[in-house]
């Protein structure tokens, strides 16, 4: 299988851009994806990049990839409390998405 | 507009007891996924099918069977539930290409 790893924690100001980290080590990732999930609740999808883009942007997210060092990151820009959840970096594989420990956002007002 | 549908939300075993918690998607998608979801562990794969009919394991299926009922629906049975199986289980569905997953809202399963 394949390996994911994002930092367990990251705490911004209200207002700030948040960047939220993943590394993986399945370079034939066609797809990797960003799912958000909040307390109590499923896996939401964010966004998505195609793994022959370097960057997709939409609205307040912005995806960068750098394939050749097999690192994947979102960036929130103008954080809101709302934005507050953990967040999942998952590449897609053959048959399966692969998900890293996820990362949880805390936004301080 | 339900999407995929997990019952039961909660559960409470006692160690040696069997249930079976069900899923349904009503998106007509082929492809239907069996999750667990641990403290510090993301999300891993224990079953899946790629289409009705057909069955396969994935990461951590020890302990678990599964039945692709029809299309839509999609079973997760514990014959003898463990403490070790305490855990959050989610159900997805795929439809093809790079669509994304999309998950249920989970069972939160307690075994004591």
């Known amino acids: 299988g394949e390996d994911v790893e994002q930092s367990l924690f990251l705490s911004v100001r209200e207002g700030d851009s948040s960047v939220i980290n993943c590394t993986y080590t399945?370079?034939?990732?066609?797809?990797l994806y960003w799912y958000k999930q909040e307390p109590g609740a499923g896996l939401q999808l964010l966004t998505y990049?195609?793994?022959?883009?370097d960057m997709k942007q939409d609205q307040r997210l912005t995806v960068l990839l750098n394939k050749k060092d097999k690192h994947l990151s979102l960036r929130i820009a103008d954080t809101q409390t709302g934005d507050s959840a953990i967040y999942f970096c998952?590449?897609?594989?053959?048959?399966?998405?692969?998900f890293g420990t996820g990362t949880r956002l805390t936004v301080i007002p | 507009n339900a999407g995929v549908t997990q019952t039961p939300k909660f559960q409470v075993l006692k160690t040696g007891q069997s249930m079976t918690l069900q899923c349904a998607q009503d998106?007509?998608?082929?492809?239907m996924y069996w999750y667990r979801q641990d403290p510090g562990m993301g999300l891993r794969l224990i079953y899946y099918?790629?289409?009705?009919?057909?069955?396969d394991k994935g990461e951590v299926p020890n302990g678990y069977n599964v039945s692709r009922l029809n299309k839509r629906e999609f079973s997760l049975r514990l014959e003898s539930a463990a403490p070790s199986q305490t855990s959050v289980y989610f159900c997805?569905?795929?439809?093809?290409?790079?669509?994304?997953?999309?998950f249920g809202n989970g069972t939160r399963l307690t075994v004591t």
């Open positions: 998952a590449p897609r594989g053959a048959n399966n998405l692969f």
């Open positions: 399945d370079s034939s990732s066609t797809y």
């Open positions: 990049i195609f793994s022959n883009m």
């Open positions: 998106m007509n998608h082929n492809s």
């Open positions: 099918s790629a289409s009705e009919g057909t069955t």
């Open positions: 997805a569905s795929y439809p093809s290409g790079g669509s994304p997953l999309h």
